[in-house]
C-alpha cells in the first residue's frame, strides 16, 4: 500500500495540553498534507509541506517532516475541546497530485 | 459559498441496481476526486481526473466508473451496485501541488 500510517490511533488528552500525532509512509514524496475530520462531516486540509521544507507552522499547528525516515509529525498546541475530530495524514507517492491517505488518529480533548 | 458540492447525501440501493453520484466545484480547479472511506481503513482513491477530458484509476476501482462532464462535474457510476459498495464517498477538488477541498460526503448502504 502507498498510503502512510498516522501513530497512535487513539489519544485522549486533557484541554489545554499539546497532543502529537506521527505519519510514517514507504515512498518517496513530494508533498504530504494533513486533514482533520470532524465526526459525521468531510476533511478539512490543514497544513501541506513539501518534500523540501522541514518545518511549517499555522496558528496552532506546527508540522515536521522528515524525508530521510519517511516521517511527519502534527502537533496541536494547547488543545482545546473543539479540536476533537480525527487527523489523517496523505502523501503523493512522488505523483505530485494523487494523494493516499491513512487510517488517520482519533484525538479526544477532554474539557 | 465556494466549495465542493455532492449529491445525494444520502442513498440506499439494492443489491444490483445502478446511481450516479454527482460533484460539482465552483474553484476552478483543474483535478478532481473520488474517495471510499470505510471504518479502519482510512480513505482510498477511486478515480481521478487531473485535467478535463481525462480519468485515471486510483487503488480500488473495480466497479465503479466516472465521468468528467466539464471541469466543473465529476460523476461516479456504480452499474451494479454490491453490499461491498456500501461506504461513505467524497469527492475532492484541487490544484496540482496544493490541498484538497472535499465535499460533504455520500452515505451509501447497499443492501
Known amino acids: 500500500s502507498q498510503q502512510g500510517e498516522e501513530d497512535p490511533q487513539a489519544l485522549s488528552i486533557q484541554e489545554g495540553e499539546n497532543a502529537t500525532m506521527n505519519c510514517s509512509y514507504k515512498?518517496?514524496?513530494?508533498?504530504l498534507q494533513w486533514y482533520r475530520q470532524n465526526s459525521g462531516r468531510g476533511l478539512v486540509h490543514l497544513i501541506l509541506i513539501r518534500s523540501n521544507e522541514r518545518e511549517k507552522h499555522s496558528g496552532r499547528l506546527r508540522v515536521t517532516l522528515d524525508t530521510s525516515k519517511k516521517s511527519s509529525s502534527l502537533l496541536i498546541t494547547a488543545s482545546r475541546a473543539a479540536d476533537t475530530a480525527s487527523y489523517f495524514c496523505?502523501?503523493?507517492?512522488?505523483?505530485?497530485?494523487?494523494?493516499?491517505f491513512g487510517t488517520g488518529t482519533s484525538l479526544t480533548v477532554i474539557p | 459559498n465556494a466549495g465542493v458540492t455532492q449529491t445525494p447525501k444520502f442513498q440506499v440501493l439494492k443489491t444490483g441496481q445502478s446511481m450516479t453520484l454527482q460533484c460539482a466545484q465552483d474553484m476552478n480547479h483543474n483535478s478532481m476526486y473520488w474517495y471510499r472511506q470505510d471504518p479502519g481503513m482510512g480513505l482510498r482513491l477511486i478515480y481521478y481526473s487531473a485535467s478535463e477530458g481525462t480519468t485515471d484509476k486510483g487503488e480500488v476501482p473495480n466497479g465503479y466508473n466516472v465521468s468528467r462532464l466539464n471541469k466543473r462535474e465529476f460523476s461516479l457510476r456504480l452499474e451494479s451496485a454490491a453490499p461491498s459498495q456500501t461506504s461513505v464517498y467524497f469527492c475532492?477538488?484541487?490544484?496540482?501541488?496544493?490541498?484538497?477541498?472535499f465535499g460533504s460526503g455520500t452515505r451509501l448502504t447497499v443492501v
Open positions: 496523505a502523501t503523493d507517492a512522488g505523483t505530485g497530485n494523487q494523494f493516499y
Open positions: 515512498t518517496s514524496i513530494n508533498n
Open positions: 475532492a477538488s484541487s490544484d496540482i501541488g496544493e490541498g484538497y477541498t
